[in-house]
């Protein structure tokens, strides 16, 4: 997407019609993670980029530690509306079971350029969720188009998995603070008493 052609075609010293604004890409973009209760629980791990949000299913979630590659299996683009879902997709539809809202937030590319980087199947990003941040990497696995590894690149977020499991920590949604059975409706959610 480039403004070449408009601007070669115009003389703007003789035309009134706008130049246009070099606009940037929004450099911020959505980040979500969806905890996935289907016929396997599994995390999906989703990024805006091109309008839609890229999405990778990882059956063990994420973890802190740099270790850790966590298996993340490229799965279809979701429309950007499903950043705020959260609910029971009814049993025998495609994804049966319970979706938790499970992180929230925006992302950066730390590469140059976003779509290359997804393209070429190597992306560092820096993650602003309300649980996880700083930066990870994602890299396809070569022999497999499908299948890539989510890590954690060391930084100040860092954290060994045998200090501190953020799935087990953090194991609630980020939306209601609900659990899944909550969610699902399984269990009725104590109310706060209003005080008027
Ligand atoms: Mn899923």
Redesign the pocket.
């Known amino acids: 997407m480039s403004l070449r052609r408009y601007h070669q075609k115009r003389d703007f010293k003789k035309t009134a019609e706008p130049y246009g604004k070099k606009i940037p890409s929004k450099s911020k973009l959505l980040y979500i993670i969806?905890k996935?209760a289907?016929s396997h629980l599994?995390y999906?791990f989703r990024l805006e980029l091109n309008g839609v949000l890229l999405s990778w299913?990882v059956p063990k979630g994420p973890s802190l530690d740099p270790s850790v590659k966590r298996l993340a299996v490229h799965?279809e683009d979701h429309p950007l509306e499903y950043g705020s879902f959260e609910g029971t997709i009814p049993q025998g539809e495609y994804?049966g079971g319970t979706?938790m809202l499970w992180d929230k937030g925006t992302w950066q590319s730390v590469d140059a350029d976003a779509k290359a980087a997804y393209k070429k199947g190597s992306m560092t990003i820096l993650l602003n969720g309300k649980k996880l941040k700083g930066l990870w990497k994602l890299v396809r696995i070569h022999s497999d188009p499908k299948n890539w590894l989510l890590m954690k690149i060391t930084d100040e977020y860092a954290r060994p998995i045998d200090e501190y499991d953020i799935t087990q920590k953090k194991s609630l949604s980020v939306k209601t603070k609900r659990n899944l059975d909550q969610i699902a409706g399984k269990t009725k959610i104590k109310k706060a008493k209003k005080t008027s």
């Open positions: 969806q996935h289907a599994h999906d299913a799965v994804g979706v």
